[in-house]
């Protein structure tokens, strides 16, 4: 079966480094997506690879491994406002999304 | 209007109720999608449509049924619901061919089943 993996909850200071971990098997790659999602709000693009490597975006950063079947998603000088879900999702050889349970940020002061 | 509009936001029915979900994309995407969102779980995805075509529909039980009725619009029909089928009702978009931008979702329909 396709399978991803993430931690449920995770919790961190606000001005500091989170890094939120990723791993999956899928029946092929196609790509992984970073979704943002605020508590009854939609899930929002963060990021996508394809290719082995780090991705930076701002304070943001994914990076992946297709060998090693794994992803990270760094966020640097948290703000409050980080305060959220963030969503693992793998696109498989026939191009559908396969989402992990994601994982709930919580920034504190 | 841009993106992916959903309504209605939040929805209470009884279990002999019929009600419908609304969802409308104003991004000349061809693909559409209905999510469930439950606590802690994975999206599952129910449905899909492809230039208004369904091209998969996930074991879903009869009691949800979509319709399509252009490349804009999604719809999806509820009547004898029940209590597990509270959730958070989640439509997307895509440009189908266009890989690497993944989905462009709405915010949602919170449904309470009673």
């Known amino acids: 079966g396709q399978n991803i993996d993430q931690p449920t909850e995770m919790t961190a200071t606000e001005g500091a480094i989170v890094q939120i971990n990723c791993t999956y098997q899928?029946?092929?790659?196609?790509?992984l997506f970073w979704y943002q999602q605020h508590a009854g709000e939609a899930p929002t693009f963060l990021s996508y690879?394809?290719l082995d490597g780090l991705e930076e975006k701002g304070r943001f950063s994914s990076f992946l491994s297709r060998s090693k079947g794994y992803s990270y998603l760094l966020l640097k000088e948290l703000q409050m406002k980080d305060s959220a879900s963030y969503l693992c999702?793998?696109?498989?050889?026939?191009?559908?999304?396969?989402w992990g349970a994601g994982t709930k940020l919580i920034i504190k002061p | 209007e841009t993106g992916v509009t959903q309504t209605p936001r939040h929805l209470v029915m009884g279990m002999t109720n019929k009600k419908s979900l609304k969802c409308e994309q104003h991004?000349?995407?061809?693909?559409m999608y209905w999510y469930k969102q439950s606590a802690k779980k994975p999206l599952e995805l129910m449905f899909v449509?492809?230039?208004?075509?369904?091209?998969e529909n996930n074991s879903v039980p009869s009691r949800f049924s979509p319709e399509c009725p252009n490349s804009s619009h999604l719809v999806l029909h509820l009547h004898t619901l029940q209590p597990e089928d509270s959730a958070l009702y989640l439509c997307?978009?895509?440009?189908?061919?266009?890989?690497?931008?993944?989905?462009?979702f709405g915010s949602g329909t919170r449904l309470t089943v009673v």
């Open positions: 999702a793998v696109k498989d050889s026939n191009y559908q999304l396969i």
């Open positions: 449509y492809s230039l208004e075509e369904r091209v």
């Open positions: 991004l000349g995407h061809n693909a």
């Open positions: 899928t029946s092929g790659f196609n790509g």
């Open positions: 997307a978009s895509s440009q189908e061919t266009g890989e690497g931008y993944g989905y462009t």
């Open positions: 690879n394809v």
